[in-house]
């Protein structure tokens, strides 16, 4: 009887996500006593209304079973009360200031070589920025960066972040061998990701990005719940396919409560190296239409150009070693952009938690 309602609690999808609450383990135990059902289920989610979504959906997928009475416990991180701004998700790296999220729909789509290049961008800004390379299944950030035979350094119980091209990193790129795969389960992403995050000396930064895998699940579940993320980016091209998918990963970012910083529009035309023209061969700018109805913007147009291969393939980032180009003078743009992005963010948290009424505090008597 027991794995009769486990299959069924399978059709109970998580809110938001295309996983449901079996596949994510979610499903702590199932007992039945004399005739009632008693149902555990710990959830990732601190939101009453997620947990009311799937209480909701469990009792109509139990309906048809023969119990007097269904008890569905449901258990759910606490969120401490005190927060220093209005960003969901508690955080285990309060040195860091702010934390901003780049996901994609699909892979393929360049999402880490933006990480890199955004990151850099702000660098030479004059930030202290760090990225941590959150994609699992696919850490290509070491070689991006030149780093994928750097060998860690421990100190005491954690590990010290590479400092590479003005900005620091850590991957699991670095702590595996390489070409390793790792067929990991939802729980264990979740694991290793608050280990990225908690177990890394990361110094006092202004920015990391957390470069996420494609898609929509464990690892953005938990890094929302992790940490108060400031600011997603969502990276695609212009072909309808990938849109559909970006259109997911906005979604995704709404359903969490990420504010949007905006859009990557990638392979946004190609920039011919024997006349310098650009020639739209997969398209070129129909992620305006998606900003717009997000209500967000497009960052950057970033084309198919040859040296942001390059560096990519050679460990030498294009707005690093080549910033006279068209793509890293975009992507310094985008970077600016966002800067400012964050800026607007931290001065609404701050006038949310100071609210003043006629000079007074709104908590005045």
């Known amino acids: 009887m027991v794995e009769k309602i486990k299959e069924k609690l399978k059709s109970v999808i998580y809110p938001g996500f295309e996983k449901d609450i079996v596949s994510f383990g979610f499903v702590k135990d199932i007992k039945i006593k004399d005739e009632d059902l008693f149902i555990e289920i710990e959830i990732v989610s601190a939101n009453k209304e997620v947990a009311e979504k799937i209480r909701a959906d469990v009792k109509n997928v139990l309906k048809d079973l023969a119990f007097k009475e269904l008890h569905i416990h449901i258990i759910q991180p606490q969120i401490p009360e005190e927060k220093s701004n209005s960003r969901s998700g508690k955080n285990i790296a309060p040195q860091i200031k702010n934390f901003v999220m780049v996901s994609s729909g699909k892979g393929g789509v360049g999402k880490s070589t933006a990480v890199v290049n955004l990151a850099i961008s702000l660098a030479k800004m004059g930030k202290k920025v760090g990225i941590l390379d959150a994609d699992i299944y696919g850490p290509?950030?070491?070689?991006?960066?030149?780093?994928?035979?750097?060998?860690?350094?421990?100190?005491?119980?954690?590990?010290?972040?590479?400092?590479?091209?003005?900005?620091?990193?850590?991957?699991?790129?670095?702590?595996v061998e390489q070409g390793q795969g790792l067929m990991w389960r939802g729980a264990m992403i979740m694991k290793a990701i608050e280990q990225l995050l908690s177990d890394v000396l990361?110094?006092?930064?202004?920015?990391?990005?957390?470069?996420?895998?494609?898609?929509?699940?464990?690892?953005?579940?938990?890094?929302?719940?992790?940490?108060?993320?400031?600011?997603?980016?969502?990276v695609s091209t212009p072909q309808v396919v990938s849109l559909d998918d970006s259109k997911r990963a906005l979604d995704m970012f709404e359903k969490l409560h990420i504010r949007v910083a905006g859009i990557i529009e990638n392979m946004s035309g190609?920039?011919?190296?024997?006349?310098?023209?650009?020639?739209?061969?997969?398209?070129?700018?129909?992620?305006?239409?998606?900003?717009?109805?997000y209500n967000t913007e497009v960052l950057a147009q970033i084309p198919i150009e040859m040296s942001v291969r390059e560096g990519g393939d050679e460990g030498k980032p294009v707005s690093f070693y080549k910033s006279e180009s068209l793509s890293a003078k975009r992507y310094a743009e985008a970077a600016a952009k966002l800067w400012d992005f964050i800026e607007k963010v931290g001065k609404a948290d701050n006038s949310a938690i100071q609210p003043v009424m006629n000079g007074k505090s709104a908590c005045s008597s």
């Open 270 to 293: 190609f920039l011919c190296p024997d006349n310098g023209k650009e020639y739209a061969i997969f398209g070129k700018g129909t992620a305006e239409a998606m900003a717009k109805a």
């Open 140 to 175: 290509n950030i070491p070689r991006m960066l030149g780093e994928s035979e750097t060998q860690v350094e421990v100190v005491g119980q954690k590990i010290k972040p590479i400092l590479t091209h003005g900005i620091y990193m850590m991957s699991m790129g670095v702590l």
């Open 202 to 234: 990361w110094d006092e930064l202004d920015v990391l990005f957390l470069d996420m895998p494609p898609g929509t699940g464990d690892a953005q579940i938990t890094s929302a719940q992790s940490i108060p993320i400031t600011a997603g980016v969502c």
